[in-house]
């Protein structure tokens, strides 16, 4: 069976797979350290984790729908419409209260997350003789699923997605350890299957099984296993923004344009062009809402977040829901 690279093996390894497997082995050796790096570096941390990947990866999206020129002919009516549905969706949902617009929207980003991951996992099972089995499907669900779950049904968590509070949450110590051994039988069954796949064809998928268990490991390790903040968003970030961003890159490295383009002076622009837009979004939600690592020399008052929280959520927002439209259009 050949293996359903999405590119090349050596830029899937590095730039897709790769990430979350150096996260995790990160995670692993200095986990002690954590806390005490959080306390020292907490401004680099922000500002590589949370604006260079957490927020710049979001404007990856334009390269795929605003920066593309047929797509923007042939989508007009979506490209317009979906930012202007955002937005006033976010403005109803902040007359109920920032919680109620925060939890909303951790609810969405939850699924946005889960959702990549089976997109690439089907993305690598692409070139399997059937069509993905029931037990595979049950399999990368439980991965990201099992964890968000023991997240909901246990508490004292010492993270969060966006804000203390936005999640439902109920202590069940019972039912989580249901879900645990049914999540252990899932994987056991899924691994019985493709042993027994492996001994009658002599075949594996390998992308399709590392991203499976690097998937599995970062969200256990990233939710269940470690109790730490940094932890959480190192594994939840970075196995998320890099490997988006190297999917977007490749997917339009390939098209027409960027073949006129001298491969390095792409790559330089691509990058260039999310850490700006990335950081200027950045510098607006820390200036007009957060003000946790600076402040604007004039003070905007509260009142107005109505309309600034609504507003500065539009990129995030709109990129959840085109993401859909990228996966769909992945390699074949």
Not at 45 to 51: G, P, Q, T
Not at 94 to 112: C, I, K, T
Not at 274 to 282: D, K, R, V
Request: net charge positive; hydrophobic share 50%.
């Amino acid at each position: 069976m050949a293996q359903a690279w999405i590119h090349k093996p050596k830029t899937d390894l590095l730039f897709i797979i790769g990430p979350t497997w150096l996260s995790l082995l990160l995670v692993l050796l200095f986990h002690r350290q954590f806390t005490e790096l959080q306390e020292q570096y907490n401004m680099l941390f922000w500002l590589v984790l949370i604006v260079f990947i957490d927020v710049a990866h979001v404007y990856a999206t334009l390269f795929k729908t605003y920066f593309n020129r047929t797509y923007r002919r042939e989508n007009r009516k979506l490209l317009l419409g979906l930012p202007l549905f955002c937005f006033v969706l976010g403005l109803t949902l902040m007359a109920f209260g920032q919680l109620v617009f925060w939890s909303f929207l951790a609810y969405v980003a939850v699924f946005h997350f889960v959702r990549q991951q089976y997109g690439f996992f089907k993305i690598y099972a692409r070139f399997e003789a059937k069509p993905m089995p029931i037990i595979d499907t049950l399999t990368i669900y439980a991965a990201t699923i099992y964890p968000m779950l023991y997240w909901f049904l246990s508490p004292a968590r010492n993270f969060n997605w966006f804000l203390e509070d936005e999640f439902f949450t109920s202590n069940q110590p019972l039912l989580r350890s249901i879900l645990g051994y049914a999540y252990v039988a899932i994987l056991l069954l899924y691994h019985t299957k493709v042993v027994r796949n492996f001994i009658q064809t002599k075949s594996f998928n390998w992308p399709k099984n590392l991203l499976l268990w690097s998937t599995a490991l970062s969200w256990y390790f990233g939710i269940v296993h470690f109790n730490n903040d940094l932890i959480f968003t190192l594994l939840n970030v970075v196995s998320h923004g890099i490997p988006y961003m190297a999917l977007v890159y490749v997917r339009t490295q390939s098209s027409t344009q960027a073949r006129q383009t001298r491969y390095t002076k792409y790559v330089a622009i691509f990058i260039a062009v999310l850490l700006c837009f990335g950081l200027a979004e950045e510098l607006l939600w820390e200036g007009l809402v957060w003000q946790e690592h600076f402040t604007f020399p004039i003070q905007i008052h509260d009142s107005w977040q109505f309309l600034w929280v609504p507003l500065l959520s539009v990129p995030q927002f709109t990129h959840y829901l085109l993401d859909g439209f990228i996966w769909k259009s992945a390699p074949k």
